[in-house]
Nanobody, 125 residues
Framework: QVQLVESGGGLVQAGGSLRLSCAASGRIFSNFAMGWFRQAPGKAREFVTAIRWSGGNTYYAESVKGRFTISKDNAENTVDLQMNSLKPEDTAVYYC??????????????????WGQGTQVTVSS
């Protein structure tokens, strides 16, 4: 079992920055995968970014590439999401996700077994 606890989020003006953090507890194996998804009201949950625990390869949705950065701290079992140049369309509840096995379809929320409680990010225009 893996537990995920998110922190960060809040309200920011367009063009601003926010940093989200996700702390994982429990047994974490070498092929561990962590990622961030988001869900806006009335919309499906969508992929934002993911990172391989071993090797640190990162993957991003086109909509956030160049603005968002995912990073990890293996010693602390945390993953951070630095969000810069935020836009109103980034407004959503952001969820941290994890799985013990790196999923082939890492952009599919169904590929991740463990989820955080979600944290609200609101970007005003």
């Amino acid at each position: 079992q893996v537990q995920l606890v998110e922190s960060g989020g809040g309200l920011v003006q367009a063009g601003g920055s926010l940093r989200l953090s996700c702390a994982a507890s429990g047994r974490i194996f070498s092929n561990f995968a962590m990622g961030w998804f988001r869900q806006a009201p009335g919309k499906a949950r969508e992929f934002v970014t993911a990172i391989r625990w071993s090797g640190g390869n990162t993957y991003y949705a086109e909509s956030v590439k160049g603005r968002f950065t995912i990073s990890k701290d293996n010693a602390e079992n945390t993953v951070d999401l630095q969000m810069n140049s935020l836009k109103p369309e980034d407004t959503a509840v952001y969820y941290c996700a994890a799985d013990q096995v790196w999923p082939l379809d890492y952009s599919n929320p169904k590929a991740f077994e463990y989820w955080g409680q979600g944290t609200q990010v609101t970007v005003s225009s």
